[in-house]
């Protein structure tokens, strides 16, 4: 059965690795979902890209992560509850 490859920081390339390391500065961790992505460099950064215009907008963090664990929440994805469980902790929910 094909797998989605997950790119590891042992089997990053330049590119690869120079991402990860910037968003593990700001996150402390880089998320799985985040090295699927890396897969294709250019998706992750328009991931990336997109994520920091909506951090960018007038709704402060915590805000943004109530709106965050609604979606999760409709969409049953267990793995963004925990994911903005967690961040929204660290902003105070």
Do not use: W
């Amino acid at each position: 059965m094909s797998r989605i490859n997950v790119v590891t920081n042992e089997t990053a390339n330049a590119e690869q690795a120079a991402l990860f390391s910037a968003i593990h500065s700001q996150l402390g961790i880089v998320p799985n979902f985040l090295r699927v992505f890396a897969n294709s460099p250019v998706a992750l950064k328009a991931f990336l890209g997109l994520h920091g215009v909506a951090g960018a907008g007038s709704l402060d963090l915590p805000t943004r992560e109530r709106i965050a664990l609604a979606l999760a929440q409709q969409n049953s994805c267990e793995y963004c509850l925990s994911a903005h469980t967690a961040i929204g902790s660290k902003a105070g929910l």
